[in-house]
């Protein structure tokens, strides 16, 4: 090895790391500055509460390979280039196919950082059933920086998801807004479930109407935090619980309980690639993920809380 080169252990597999030392975050404005290393040990360290969230889905990759000023890729298909211990999955696209990376294992992960990806995006289904996900997200997202909305409206979309009986779970962006994730059993094909989290979204907007808004072009939202359940779709995608954001500060996407989102403190940027490790080793979800839900129970409920609300 030279000093454009490190080897990294992950798990059975050694891999090299290219110019480590490269600064991807620049330490702007009083931001921490972080180099390849940095984000090459966050991902290793963070690997074993992260991967259970990424095996066996479709990745989509945000690659930044001269940091955080330089161009961005958002890559789907994998190089050939690419070593062949990394799994791949081929699914379908208008008019073919895309073949993704599926991120199994602690080399994986190091190798993606290897190559500047900072933000791994996955799809809420997986590769074996790319039609029936097994996640549901609704995207928190305001219209300013105060979070003390999105934890209100968390705290009110919590509640309507608990008087549904489904499990849900918070997580900081690193950016903005929040996502509250809800486990899924894979008996409803995206269309259904897309409509179930429009229904959800219009009837807590309905309650919140100068709060919240389901409104999909920013000119009719005004100033109300905005509900939204787009990415509920076929090939759509969601940032993956630990990865970094490409923000000044590396921030992480970090998976919270429902009392920490009660603390005023808290914000979207709470923790970087620095400290995210410590929050993953708390277990904030303590297993929420294995306790998915059919959504038939659920929409029956939900169809009386609607009905009630019209009489």
């Known amino acids: ?30 931001a921490k500055e972080y180099t ?4 090459v040990e966050h991902y290793r360290s963070v ?4 991967l259970p969230h990424l ?6 990759l945000e690659r930044r390979p001269d940091g955080l000023h330089g161009p961005r890729f958002m890559q789907k298909n994998v190089p050939d280039s690419y070593p062949e211990w990394i799994v ?5 696209k208008e008019g073919g196919t895309v073949t993704h990376v599926v991120c199994d294992d602690t080399a994986t992960l190091v190798f993606l950082a290897d190559q500047a990806c900072l933000t791994m995006h996955r799809w809420l289904s997986r590769a074996d059933r790319p039609n029936w996900p097994d996640r549901m997200v609704f995207d928190l997202d305001p219209s300013t920086d105060d979070f003390a909305a999105v934890r209100e409206a968390a705290g009110w979309l919590g509640e309507l998801l608990g008087q549904l009986r489904l ?13 509250v994730v809800v486990p899924l059993t894979r008996h409803q094909e995206f269309d259904e479930v897309r409509e179930f989290a429009r229904d959800v979204a219009e009837l807590l907007a309905g309650d919140h109407p100068g709060r919240l808004t389901t409104a999909a072009r920013k000119a009719d939202r005004g100033d109300r935090l905005y509900l939204d359940v787009q990415r509920n779709a076929y090939a759509q995608t969601a940032v993956a619980p630990y990865s970094v954001r490409a923000k000044p500060g590396a921030p992480v996407a970090v998976p919270v309980s429902w009392n920490q989102l009660e603390d005023p403190t808290l914000d ?30 659920a929409r029956r409920r939900l169809d009386e809380l609607r009905e009630g609300r019209r009489r």
């Not at 390849?36 to 984000?39: C, G, Q, T, W």
């Not at 791949?88 to 379908?92: F, H, K, L, P, T």
Request: hydrophobic share 35%.
């Open 88 to 92: 791949r999955a081929e699914v379908a």
């Open 167 to 179: 499990p849900s779970a918070p997580m900081t962006t690193g950016s903005r807004g929040l996502h």
């Open 1 to 30: 090895m030279t000093d454009e080169t490190r080897t990294v252990r992950a798990g059975r597999r050694t891999v090299t790391v290219h110019r480590p030392d490269k600064v991807l975050f620049p330490g702007d404005g009083g």
């Open 47 to 50: 690997a074993r509460y992260m």
């Open 36 to 39: 390849k290393a940095d984000l």
């Open 55 to 60: 095996r066996g889905r479709p990745l989509m």
């Open 268 to 297: 979207s940027r709470r923790w970087t690639i620095a400290d995210a490790v410590d929050q993953a080793r708390t277990d904030p979800w303590a297993g929420m993920m294995t306790k998915g839900r059919s959504l038939g129970p």
